[in-house]
């Protein structure tokens, strides 16, 4: 008899405090303290210009970026839960971007560091960030995109139900001096809710036992309305 009460608390304290947990996944704000373990990962040449911006240069600059970039609202760290001072990978929802969205629109982006690569983390996460983006946010479509031979970023769109929209030539990047093919795909809430229903519910168990346990989880992802550029790798 307390079911629907006890749900609507839960969506309450999620939507003030902004974290979630997925089955594998903590999702928190980035941290200063993240610098180390951001650089770590994004150093690497696999990981940055796939998804068009440069590799980290020191753990300075990764810093810098945790002030400037990832400081946004709606901008999530992901770790694991069972480490979870492991970052793993970084995901968000930009405010601004290069597609013209409404105000009840968003662009997700994402990159994950090498070593977690080939385990549906991102997948795990994206799906989760769906469920804030159309049931706590008001959003009615959310939009992404891969650069051409991002196969990676692809297949995670694929695996979230995001259908291809179209192509945008000449695109340019972080990268100076380089113009690059985005491929653009969208999902409405509709088609969202149409495959999302019973795997949220599972989810939302998950997170439920969480809290009556005592487990706070944390975020890093990071969703805006009128999103902006796509971060993925």
């Known amino acids: 008899a307390f079911e629907p009460y006890f749900i609507a608390l839960f969506e309450f304290y999620r939507t003030a405090i902004k974290w979630n947990q997925t089955q594998r996944l903590l999702l928190r704000p980035w941290q200063e303290d993240d610098a180390d ?4 990962y994004a150093k690497d040449l696999q990981v940055g210009p796939a998804a068009g911006w440069p590799v980290h240069t020191s753990v300075e600059n990764s810093r810098e970026i945790i002030r400037t970039v990832f400081s946004g609202v709606e901008t999530y760290a992901v770790v694991l839960s069972k480490h979870a001072n492991l970052l793993a990978a970084s995901i968000d929802y930009r405010q601004v971007n290069n597609i013209g969205l409404p105000d009840n629109e968003c662009e ?4 994950i560091g090498v070593p977690y690569w080939g385990q549906g983390l991102i997948p795990e996460a994206v799906r989760e960030l769906q469920h804030r983006a159309f049931e706590v946010l008001g959003m009615q479509k959310m939009w992404a995109g891969y650069f051409d031979g991002n196969e990676k970023s692809k297949r995670v769109q694929e ?6 929209m179209f192509t945008k030539c000449n695109v340019s990047s972080q990268l100076v001096g380089e113009l690059r093919t985005e491929h653009i795909t969208c999902l409405t809430k509709m088609e969202w809710l149409q495959v999302s229903k019973f795997q949220f ?4 168990n998950i997170s439920r036992n969480s809290v009556i346990s005592g487990i706070v989880p944390a975020f890093f992802v990071y969703f805006c309305e009128n999103s902006a550029g796509i971060w993925i790798a």
Do not use: R
């Open 37 to 40: 373990e951001l650089y770590k």
């Open 108 to 111: 997700v982006g994402y990159w």
């Open 159 to 164: 695996k979230c139900g995001f259908k291809y």
């Open 201 to 204: 519910i599972g989810q939302q």
